[in-house]
T-cell receptor, first 111, second 112 residues
Framework: SQQGEEDPQALSIQEGENATMNCSYKTSINNLQWYRQNSGRGLVHLILIRSNEREKHSGRLRVTLDTSKKSSSLLITASRAADTASYFCATGASGNTPLVFGKGTRLSVIA | DTAVSQTPKYLVTQMGNDKSIKCEQNLGHDTMYWYKQDSKKFLKIMFSYNNKELIINETVPNRFSPKSPDKAHLNLHINSLELGDSAVYFC???????????FGPGTRLTVL
């Protein structure tokens, strides 16, 4: 069954603006990950946040995790046209269990 | 160098045919997966293999049979293809004690 639910489903912004995507999940997790998928391509891992972490940064990416609300957000600062892609959150239970993906947010950055 | 590769990239076939998709990873990972992404971009796990052994088999029709000849390869054979099998199939892998998964480029299967 679906674990993560991203919102919004689609987001369109101007280059240079910040983009925020949210993810909610249902069950206990070991970690939460964000992936990017460019059109016609495979998924690329962006960032992982563990269940005992609240915030993590990687370059222009900032991820927060609120386990009490079972939610996470991905912030992309100073967006670029190349950030145009679909972004998925995925939750991991433990070990090498398969990830459970949300439906994704389609981000369009207009130059 | 490609980390996770899949062949073919595109596959168009008629209903009722049998087809295979191959996946190889050169990352030395122990665990490999097959995911299916439907037309609405919903990505769902199908199978998980660890050291050539099947770990997880989600509710996938038995027309789908994965085979792992060694740790670096996980192939997917599909019998009696149906229209609803049309999707993009992704192979992925991960290493021991790692959580990030590395995905292949996908195989777009179209059943006519």
């Amino acid at each position: 069954s679906q674990q993560g639910e991203e919102d919004p489903q689609a987001l369109s912004i101007q280059e240079g603006e910040n983009a925020t995507m949210n993810c909610s999940y249902k069950t206990s997790i070991n970690n939460l990950q964000w992936y990017r998928q460019n059109s016609g391509r495979g998924l690329v891992h962006l960032i992982l946040i563990r269940s005992n972490e609240r915030e993590k940064h990687s370059g222009r990416l900032r991820v927060t995790l609120d386990t009490s609300k079972k939610s996470s957000s991905l912030l992309i600062t100073a967006s670029r046209a190349a950030d145009t892609a679909s972004y998925f959150c995925a939750t991991g239970a433990s070990g090498n269990t398969p990830l459970v993906f949300g439906k994704g947010t389609r981000l369009s950055v207009i130059a | 160098d490609t980390a996770v590769s899949q062949t073919p990239k595109y596959l168009v076939t008629q209903m009722g045919n049998d087809k295979s998709i191959k996946c190889e990873q050169n990352l030395g990972h122990d665990t490999m997966y097959w995911y299916k992404q439907d037309s609405k971009k919903f990505l769902k796990i199908m199978f998980s293999y660890n050291n050539k052994e099947l770990i997880i088999n989600e509710t996938v029709p038995n027309r789908f049979s994965p085979k792992s000849p060694d740790k670096a390869h996980l192939n997917l054979h599909i019998n009696s293809l149906e229209l609803g099998d049309s999707a993009v199939y992704f192979c992925a892998s991960t290493g021991t004690s790692r959580h990030e998964q590395f995905f292949g480029p996908g195989t777009r299967l179209t059943v006519l």
